[in-house]
């Protein structure tokens, strides 16, 4: 299985300020024939389901701010939101599906100072 | 828009089997590009996929290791949905369960559309 490993567990950032999530897998999820790493990261809410965020590591869902971008490739990718507001408090997941059994990191809980 | 409604007992005895159901609306069970999981989240282990079912011209079914032996997955065409069955619960098995929509188009998609999730307690 590949394992998915996000840092730091919890983070406190500042309205307005820049949240940094890493998620790191123990293989890599770059696709070669295609050039598409199979990563997504996703938001959730107490009460909720999770949210899907982004795909393919950096493309953003449709209604998803702009102030949330995804980065990287192979192995270590980065959420990076841009100007935290109070309604971004949530946990923040990384997934890849590049091979069954499709696996989770453990989350970050983002809060706000 | 795809929906997926989760119904099912939220109360199971040990040793009892665990069962839920997943409606879809929107899109269909039998569907070539989709594909129908179930996933669990708790303190312990976090987000944990468990089960997967899709229609290629047969049915496919794919399980997560650690509870391939107690897990079934089954699609219901007649009325498009999907269901859960785990056997033998313990109170490990007590947490958060959600069905999900995987999309397919010469590659997979990650989870796009969730139910609201069950809390599931095991207790007698």
Not at chain 2, 20 to 36: E, M, R
Not at chain 2, 37 to 48: A, N
Not at chain 2, 61 to 83: C, E, L, M, W
Not at chain 2, 105 to 113: E, K, V
């Amino acid at each position: 299985d590949i394992v998915m490993t996000q840092s730091p567990d919890s983070l406190t950032v500042s309205p307005g300020e820049r949240a940094t999530i890493n998620c790191k897998s123990s293989q890599t999820v770059l696709y070669s024939s295609n050039n598409k790493n199979y990563l997504a990261w996703y938001q959730q809410k107490p009460g909720q389901p999770p949210k899907l965020l982004i795909s393919w590591a950096s493309t953003r869902e449709s209604g998803v701010p702009d102030r949330f971008s995804g980065s990287g490739s192979g192995t270590d990718f980065t959420l990076t939101i841009s100007s935290l507001q109070a309604e971004d408090v949530a946990v923040y997941y990384c997934q890849q599906y590049y091979s069954t059994p499709q696996t989770f990191g453990q989350g970050t809980n983002l809060e706000i100072k | 828009h795809v929906q997926l409604q989760q119904s099912g007992p939220g109360l199971v005895k040990p040793s009892q089997t665990l069962s839920l159901t997943c409606a879809i609306s929107g899109d269909s069970v039998s569907s070539n590009s989709a594909a129908w999981s179930w996933i669990r989240k708790s303190p312990s282990r976090g987000l944990e996929w468990l089960a997967r079912t899709y229609y290629r011209s047969k049915w496919y079914f794919d399980y997560a290791i650690s509870v391939k032996s107690r897990i079934t997955i089954n699609p219901d065409t007649s009325k498009n949905q999907f269901s859960l069955q785990l056997n033998s619960v313990t109170p490990e098995d007590a947490t958060v369960y959600y069905c999900a929509r995987q999309s397919y188009n010469s590659a997979w998609f990650p989870f796009d559309y969730w139910g609201h999730g069950t809390l599931v307690t095991v207790s007698s």
